[in-house]
């Protein structure tokens, strides 16, 4: 199982659960990376997506508190994470991609292998944040693109793995 996720140099993903970078390269990576995959989500993700619908063309899970009635033809609503557990078992293991938020990641992160981290080089003001992998050490950066700029924002690829 992979995560997915775009960080400040503090490891911030989010404020008032908005992301806090629009790169357009990023939002091209993560598509190219999830369509036709799998992606597990929040609920406040799920709020967060464009008209709060589910991203098309992937398969997406929403584990949530909440009762999602309507859209049970377009997701797959999870309660806990038995639930969770069990759905993703109909599922190829190097597909599923944790895509956020807070929450998810840290309840995930233990089940996953891989983790593509778009690194951008600010600080911004966050008050949801990923694991700083750097400070596992089961973890292992094992890949980093040349630096790439948008507007004001200097950035790179990175990828770590979960050491065996």
Sequence with gaps: MNIIVAV?????IGRENELLFRIP???????TMTTGKVIIIGGKTLDSFPDGKPLPNRKNIVLTRRDLTGYENELAIVHNLNELLAEIK???FNDIFVSGGQQIYNLLIDYCSTAYVTRINVVR??????????????????????EKEYEDLKYCFQVYKRKD
């Design 8 to 12: 400040d140099r503090n490891w911030g």
């Design 25 to 31: 390269e990023d939002q091209k990576f993560f598509r």
């Design 90 to 92: 109909k599922y190829d």
């Design 125 to 146: 003001a966050a008050d949801r944040f990923f694991p700083n992998l750097d400070l596992r050490q089961e973890w292992v950066k094992t890949d980093e693109s040349e």
